[in-house]
């Protein structure tokens, strides 16, 4: 709507002109955009002349992670929400704008409008850096139906660990008397936030007050991940189903056969408000020694790379304000951070489900954040693979992974405070050494070319060069630039949250951590080991579908078109059929297994089954090398065969002795392209598993991935990238070196 100031601006022109912010703070899909694209034309309106640019902060990467790449892209974004974990990483790194005067000195701003959320992103001066978009405390959400039949009352404040035991003990059954549990006590949580209460419940924390040492190791937190795995393991109490990665799929407590799901936050009360055949509700945490909770949180900050500091403070603010947060509290997706949405019937709705919502109001009291720490992600990324290994395999020391988990948090907050005191270089080192790459470039073409061609030919060559000249310009500014970039880098410390000028020089100190990284290591096992079984196995099975569908007829060709099909998909797409596929509790795979009487692996969730099932995943796309093999076979000189057929030679030995031989160029194209594929292996991992159980499948392009985008460390990743490179090359060269031995080329005649 018009307001004052735009009015009165009217008669002066438009003072915004020219100026625009750049938002990306919601999803397209999110019930809330609209209403997000009608704040921004109110603000334009406002702010006459202004553009107010709304960007959909989906797309093929994680919310957190589209943000990262335009910091370091130093592309302009005015306003946009980060997880309040993130927060210590943003602060320190300088990637945001203290907003605390631009706040302050808007009309009406008061903190007491807010609920008790605000310290998430105050900084150690107690400036405030964002304001909170929606938050949510870890409750726990139970089946009041399945309760009910096993004659227990819903949980209230105060109930204990013990009550919890007893309660799950009481809902877990064989329901149907084949022997195996279909009913569970509770569908356990098992990423580290959602552990964490466990730990604090019980006196203990993740790290001392000092922010320098973790605590993992000591008594309280083993005690609790002892109690996490008596669910799981000893008493067998609790499903596998709620791992980070399947929080978002059809579970076992949405299809009613879990009596309690959690610790897990508000989000859920978006998918579970369509559930319809039972009662569902949500109350406090057990506790053990003290009553506590952790908060999920995401806010509305201004990154360094805003153009108008003061003006994204201003519409940060009407975010985080009543009718924006009205509007979120109504949707449902989580607590609104302003006080007065929170305790409207906008979000105490008495007549949608959770009847107990005042709940994540009252935990409030007890609930904590993570510790505010410059790189919180990748001291869960450490714990991870420990954790999950502690509470998913069966054989598995807990005091051992503990002590594991304290000593790699141990290691890398020390190595955070030495990377701090690493000397800065020059503002220009990275432009020259993008620089110095060109330069070198272009002087060993001159030199290789330094004696001229003879006049006959310097036509031709300048036609050639004029041809190839787009190509040469996009390899040295997009390829070999930057690559030379990236491997001086290797041996810096850069976070992609600052811009070049804070790069850090580290010597060796990035190789020498190779040799050390238990990550990489097991990162390094898994990739090579999937690709040394998936390559030759898929060559294989191409070469077998196109030997059987070389003939042509309706049938051949509808076949092939089949098994090229998924060829064709997005890895995304293939992830998530194969996710349903494999789920070892509700899988498809394992319901055919049963009928025949086989009791199926627990692929996705075994460290020995999950990269025999990614194996398996990667046969389902072998169509395009099916049809590489399929126009190599139909271009065979038919003369040969026949002429074996006639001296007597069987299938196999016509198929061995002549057929495979004049394959020989077509199978080390398909060998190349398939080891360098398997070796760049992502988006499959990304989706399915995330690198889990423990670093099973964390496969090394993941590991770069996460070391420099959600670790923020671009030194490291750089060294991975090298070391991915060399892996690359060193085969490419052995199959080139070795291929003379086995590939033959058909001789050109000179009629």
Request: hydrophobic share 50%; glycine share 8%.
């Amino acid at each position: 709507m018009w307001t004052l100031a735009a009015l009165a601006a009217l008669g002066t022109g438009a003072p915004y002109e020219g100026r625009t912010l750049v938002v990306m703070v919601d999803e397209k899909s999110f019930e809330s955009w609209d209403v997000l694209q009608t704040i921004a034309r109110d603000f334009e309106l406002a702010h006459p002349g202004l553009e107010v640019r709304v960007i959909d902060q989906g797309g093929a990467v994680g919310q957190q992670d589209k943000s990262r790449f335009m910091l370091t892209g130093d592309l302009q974004l005015d306003v946009t929400r980060i997880d309040v974990t993130e927060f210590g990483a943003f602060q320190r790194e300088g990637a945001l704008v203290d907003i605390d005067a631009h706040l302050r000195a808007l009309p009406g701003f008061d903190e007491a409008n807010y609920l008790d959320v605000l310290d998430g992103f105050r900084a150690a001066d107690g400036h405030l850096y964002g304001l909170p978009s929606t938050f949510t405390p870890y409750v726990m959400y139970y089946n009041r139906d399945l309760l009910e039949r096993a004659g227990l009352a819903p949980p209230q404040a105060g109930w204990t660990w013990d009550d919890l035991l007893d309660a799950c003990r009481k809902t877990t059954r064989d329901t149907d008397g084949d022997g195996a549990i279909d009913q569970w006590g509770i569908s356990l949580t098992q990423w580290l936030q959602a552990v964490v209460p466990w730990i604090w419940q019980n006196g203990g924390d993740v790290l001392d007050e000092t922010l320098t040492r973790s605590r993992l190791a000591e008594p309280e937190a083993r005690e609790a991940f002892r109690f996490l795995r008596r669910l799981l393991h000893e008493e067998k109490l609790a499903s596998f189903d709620a791992t980070f990665e399947n929080q978002y799929s059809q579970g076992l407590f949405q299809a009613g056969r879990c009596a309690f799901y959690g610790p897990v936050g508000y989000w859920e009360t978006y998918r579970f408000k369509y559930i319809t055949d039972f009662r569902w509700d949500v109350a406090p945490l057990p506790r053990k020694l003290h009553a506590a909770t952790a908060i999920a949180m995401t806010g509305y900050v201004v990154p360094r790379t805003s153009r108008d500091p003061a003006l994204a403070a201003e519409f940060v603010a009407k975010l985080a304000g009543p009718e924006y947060q009205y509007t979120l509290a109504e949707i449902g997706n989580g607590v609104p951070g302003w006080k007065a949405a929170a305790l409207s019937t906008s979000f105490l709705n008495p007549t949608r489900a959770p009847e107990s919502e005042q709940v994540f109001l009252d935990v409030l009291g007890e609930a904590r954040f993570m510790p505010s720490l410059a790189n919180w992600r990748k001291i869960e990324s450490l714990c991870q693979a420990e954790l999950q290994g502690a509470l998913l395999l069966e054989r598995y020391d807990v005091d051992r992974a503990a002590e594991r988990m304290a000593a790699k948090t141990d290691a890398f907050l020390a190595s955070e405070e030495r990377r701090a005191a690493k000397p800065m270089l020059p503002s220009f080192a990275m432009e020259a050494v993008f620089a110095l790459a060109l330069i070198a470039s272009a002087a060993a073409w001159l030199a290789h070319r330094a004696r001229a061609p003879a006049r006959v030919y310097a036509r031709d060559e300048r036609s050639a060069l004029a041809l190839l000249a787009p190509w040469a310009v996009g390899f040295l500014l997009f390829f070999l630039g930057p690559a030379a970039v990236s491997l001086a880098l290797s041996f810096c410390a850069w976070s992609p949250l600052q811009s070049f000028d804070a790069v850090r020089w580290s010597g060796g100190e990035n190789w020498a951590r190779l040799a050390t990284d238990d990550t990489f290591h097991a990162s390094l096992v898994a990739t090579t080991t999937y690709a040394f079984a998936s390559v030759p196995l898929g060559l294989g099975l191409a070469l077998w579908l196109a030997w059987l569908l070389r003939a042509e007829s309706t049938f051949a060709v509808f076949v092939r078109t089949l098994v090229y099909l998924p060829a064709i998909l997005s890895p995304v797409i293939v992830a998530a059929t194969w996710r349903f596929l494999l789920d070892p509790d509700r899988g498809l795979a394992n319901q055919l297994l049963a009928l025949i009487g086989v009791e199926g692996p627990a692929w996705t969730r075994s460290g020995a089954w999950v990269i025999p099932s990614y194996v398996l995943m990667s046969l389902w796309g072998v169509g395009a090398q099916m049809l590489v093999f399929l126009a190599a076979l139909q271009a065979l000189d038919p003369t040969l065969e026949e002429a074996a057929r006639v001296d007597g030679a069987g299938p196999w030995a016509r198929f061995r002795h002549v057929v495979l031989p004049q394959l020989g160029p077509v199978l080390l194209f398909n060998l190349a392209l398939g080891l360098v594929g398997a070796f760049q292996i992502f988006a499959q991992a990304y989706v399915l598993t995330n690198g889990g159980p423990g670093d099973a499948s964390r496969f090394l392009v993941l590991y770069l991935y996460e070391t420099g985008f959600r670790h923020l460390d671009m030194g490291y990743a750089s060294t991975l990238a090298w070391v991915l490179f060399a892996i690359l090359g060193a085969l490419c060269a052995v199959l080139v070196a070795t291929s003379k031995n086995w590939v033959h080329y058909a001789a050109r005649s000179r009629g």
